[in-house]
């Protein structure tokens, strides 16, 4: 298809629910023709076990703010609810020809193989496709030498300007976002939803750099506390109502307004946020993961931790554990305060999965799909990578198997985001919130401990310890690492000792 043969541009709007920092939207505009900005919902993806009507209450705000800023460009959000193919072909035949920007989509397996069905599609139709970058994810790369190079220039680039007008496809109408509550989107949300919207995450993230990002670190892995410190922009980050880009670079300003200041809580202030900048980073380094190897999703990272796990599967265990009911106070509140606000910080999600994977031997494969329709944040490159790096599945990372005892008494000390979650244990005293099993007069509604925590670590270590010991273990991680592990340099000799412990390091990506 020529420039001749294009009637119109299609903006395919997907998690990038924004008009900032948009290419996609900026080259569309830029070729000159009428512009049809859309959003699909599509029914077959909402079916799926891994999404939620809390991930839609999200969408619902934030395609409603887009919506209006649209409107205000003279371009309505066009919203079809139904099969994207079909929608491009009545699109066609009624319009003719058209341009098809989008931005390139690291999703879950289903919006890969759409993708590739829509990309057979442009093809057999003439339709030119363009797909943009996605924040520092880049596409068809061979291994992971000059990522991090790429992944920079992509952030040091200039924020794009939200365009000052739109010329719209005129007299097409294909439906109106479906509401908040639509059956659609099944019944499943628990609780509070963060509020979705790009107003809301500009003000989050200038709450975070003006005041609350000071205290980041300190209070990164205390669940409860860490709501108010961390930054609390990953769901925007994960349906784009802000880009990594513009966050990052609002973040070197701020570090360079404090850097001027030269006061000591100045100076904590920026090391606060320069680790935050980090965590971008790491953010970007994990989805990275998804689009180089989408199996992920469902196959370990390394092929000897096939069939560990899959034939133990305990359905109490795994019952008692969506449900907050293992009788481990602290596990049990994470996952209650989970299901009330779609939001905890990184060490409680690792510690949830480190428990289900270890303590109750449970597959990952059943237990990611259900903690994602929790987290209202969720990211199925940060989702699926994690998960198998905690259930100790990828064969290139330190096995860490979190002791849920320790974890309470360092992260809530004095029980109290245990009490507010688990109100079973609230006149229990703090020399017992921890271990309430030791004084059962005390906590007489509360379960015991599904497992004995040394008995279960010591039948999970030699499982563990079978696989790392196979046959061609050794060879295979070093694929693994060849092709998934991050560095910095562009050499492809093998990393050394200290290298590879940086890489093992536990990382706070759920800001």
Not at 361 to 378: H, N
Not at 466 to 493: H, N, T, Y
Request: with cysteine; net charge positive.
């Amino acid at each position: 298809m020529t420039l001749n043969d294009a009637k119109f541009s299609v903006v395919w709007f997907k998690r990038d629910l924004r008009i900032a920092d948009h290419e996609p939207l900026a080259k569309a505009v830029k070729l000159g023709l009428p512009i049809l900005p859309l959003y699909v919902v599509e029914p077959d993806y909402w079916k799926l076990p891994d999404v939620s009507q809390r991930h839609w209450h999200f969408i619902h705000d934030s395609l409603c703010e887009l919506n209006n800023e649209l409107i205000k460009k003279n371009a309505p959000l066009c919203v079809y609810t139904g099969d994207i193919i079909n929608l491009f072909e009545n699109i066609r035949s009624r319009f003719g020809s058209f341009y098809l920007f989008s931005h390139q989509e690291t999703g879950n397996n289903w919006t890969y193989q759409r993708d590739r069905m829509v990309l057979s599609w442009c093809k057999e139709q003439r339709i030119v496709w363009d797909e943009s970058q996605s924040n520092g994810v880049a596409r068809r790369l061979i291994n992971r030498d000059t990522w991090s190079d790429l992944r920079n220039s992509v952030m040091r680039k200039p924020v794009i300007l939200a365009p000052s007008t739109l010329t719209s496809l005129k007299d097409i109408n294909l439906g109106a976002i479906p509401s908040k509550d639509c059956s659609m989107f099944g019944n499943n949300l628990i609780g509070n939803v963060q509020t979705g919207g790009r107003a809301q995450g500009l003000k989050t993230l200038q709450s975070f750099l003006d005041e609350r990002g000071q205290r980041y670190m300190l209070t990164l892995s205390k669940p409860g506390i860490s709501a108010r410190n961390c930054s609390r922009l990953s769901a925007h980050i994960a349906y784009g109502t802000l880009s990594i880009r513009e966050i990052e670079q609002a973040t070197h300003r701020r570090i360079k307004e404090l850097s001027f200041a030269g006061d000591e809580n100045s100076q904590y202030f920026v090391r606060n946020l320069s680790a935050f900048l980090s965590r971008l980073a790491w953010r970007c380094h994990f989805v990275q993961k998804l689009e180089q190897q989408p199996c992920i999703e469902y196959q370990c990272m390394h092929p000897a931790f096939e069939g560990m796990r899959e034939n133990d599967f305990n359905d109490i265990y795994f019952e008692a554990w969506k449900k907050g009911r293992t009788g481990y106070p602290l596990v049990d509140a994470c996952m209650r305060s989970l299901h009330q606000n779609g939001w905890i910080t990184f060490r409680m999600r690792a510690m949830l999965v480190s428990f289900a994977s270890y303590h109750l031997w449970l597959d990952w494969r059943k237990t990611a799909p259900f903690m994602a329709g929790l987290f209202t944040d969720y990211e199925p490159g940060i989702h699926y990578s994690q998960f198998q790096m905690q259930s100790g599945v990828t064969g290139i990372n330190a096995v860490r198997m979190y002791n849920p005892i320790k974890q309470s008494v360092d992260q809530d000390p004095e029980g109290i985001f245990i009490k507010r979650y688990v109100p079973e244990l609230k006149n229990v005293s703090q020399t017992w919130i921890h271990e309430p099993w030791r004084n059962l007069t005390l906590a007489k509604d509360y379960p015991l401990p599904i497992v004995d925590h040394a008995v279960a670590i010591k039948h999970a270590r030699s499982q563990i310890n079978l696989c790392w010991k196979s046959q061609g273990f050794k060879e295979e991680s070093s694929i693994v690492l060849e092709k998934l592990a991050s560095r910095k340099r562009k050499s492809r000799v093998s990393r050394s000792n200290t290298e590879k412990k940086a890489s093992h390091k536990q990382l706070e990506l759920k800001f």
